[in-house]
């Protein structure tokens, strides 16, 4: 396997394991691309998945406050939008950074509207 296949791939891992939604696997895989890559290109891409996935889950943690903190009724909170888009971003967002990493090899790829952490 080359250098660039081996790119594509461990890239592509980094932003396809956030799609899975469960809650410590998706952060485990960029994790260990991080700590076991040495590609520049690759360990970018890990890191901006990471902060991507430390990211929803703030917003998810505010916009759940937000429902339960609403009117008094959880159900007609007014996080709920907020809550569905989130849901919506966290499952669309990797898949677009995943064909971007596969497709686009000499630069990585960053989410936009995110605080970057690492």
């Known amino acids: 396997m080359t250098n660039l296949e081996k790119r594509k791939l461990l890239s592509a891992l980094s932003h396809g394991a956030l799609v899975l939604n469960v809650a410590v696997l998706p952060v ?22 990471i902060n991507f996935c430390i990211n929803i889950t703030v917003y998810i943690f505010i ?10 009724i959880p159900l007609i909170g007014r996080g709920i939008p907020l809550l569905f888009l989130t849901l919506f971003v966290s499952w669309v967002m990797p898949i677009i ?11 990585a790829y960053r989410y936009p509207f995110i605080l ?3």
């Open 28 to 49: 485990l895989i960029p994790i260990a691309v991080l700590i076991l890559s040495d590609d520049s290109i690759v360990q970018q891409n890990a890191r901006e998945a």
């Open 63 to 72: 916009f759940l406050l937000l429902t339960f903190m609403g009117i008094g």
């Open 97 to 107: 950074a995943a064909v971007h990493a596969a497709t686009q090899l000499d630069r």
């Open 116 to 118: 970057r952490v690492l």
